[in-house]
T-cell receptor, first 117, second 113 residues
Framework: GAVVSQHPSWVICKSGTSVKIECRSL??????MFWYRQFPKQSLMLMAT?????????EQGVEKDKFLINHASLTLSTLTVTSAHPEDSSFYIC?????????????FGPGTRLTVT | EDKVVQSPLSLVVHEGDTVTLNCSYE??????LLWYKQEKKAPTFLFML????IEKKSGRLSSILDKKELFSILNITATQTGDSAVYLC?????????????FGTGTRLTIIP
């Protein structure tokens, strides 16, 4: 089956620093990747939709200058949290859509837990 | 406003019981409804439903969609402790030409041995 990996799986950083999270589709090509954020005991909230080779589309209320998304290849998208603050601490999950066979399935990565101190 | 609502928010039952989880939605340009199971990490895919009235089944889990009444149910029969998880319903739809997948708040299911 389709596998999506994320790196790192967890990270602790100091307030004011930047953190980069990678999302890779390991055995399929993904022209579209999605970035979600999940706070404790809450559902997944879509942050942005990332299309390979073009600018990401951000959801309302998500600061594009703070959450930088790059989707430079068909198998890799990155999310950089710039000038992180404690309120950015959350579980960040990416998903990638496999367009082959018109299944339009979305496969989720294992998530990255970010803690900002 | 596009929204997905799940009920109940939490459910505690004994092993062997049957449970029904509900998901209702209001979106424009509906494409499909998906069910996921989330344990400690990222959600794992269970079902994708696009047509009304056609039951999808996988072992003890089954799901059906009603596009007229805008809801779906997820049934789990003969529950086991391993079924304890948060079950998420998500709806895929198009908004101004962009595809979106909006999640409900989830139902936290706890199975007591």
């Amino acid at each position: 089956g389709a596998v999506v990996s994320q790196h790192p799986s967890w990270v602790i950083c100091k307030s004011g620093t930047s953190v980069k999270i990678e999302c890779r589709s390991l055995d399929f090509q993904a022209t579209t990747m999605f970035w979600y954020r999940q706070f404790p005991k809450q559902s997944l909230m879509l942050m942005a939709t990332s299309n390979e080779g073009s600018k990401a589309t951000y959801e309302q209320g998500v600061e594009k200058d703070k959450f930088l998304i790059n989707h430079a290849s068909l198998t890799l998208s990155t999310l950089t949290v710039t000038s992180a603050h404690p309120e950015d601490s959350s579980f960040y999950i990416c998903s990638a859509r496999d367009l082959e066979g018109a299944k339009y399935e979305q496969y989720f990565g294992p998530g990255t837990r970010l803690t900002v101190t | 406003e596009d929204k997905v609502v799940q009920s109940p928010l939490s459910l505690v039952v004994h092993e062997g019981d049957t449970v029904t989880l509900n998901c209702s939605y209001e979106v424009t340009n509906f494409r499909s409804l998906l069910w996921y199971k989330q344990e400690k990490k990222a959600p794992t895919f269970l079902f994708m439903l696009t047509s009304s009235g056609i039951e999808k089944k996988s072992g003890r889990l089954s799901s059906i969609l009603d596009k007229k009444e805008l809801f779906s149910i997820l049934n789990i029969t003969a529950t086991q402790t391993g079924d304890s998880a948060v079950y998420l319903c998500a709806v895929r739809f198009y908004n101004f030409g962009n595809e979106k997948l909006t999640f409900g708040t989830g139902t936290r299911l706890t199975i007591i041995p």
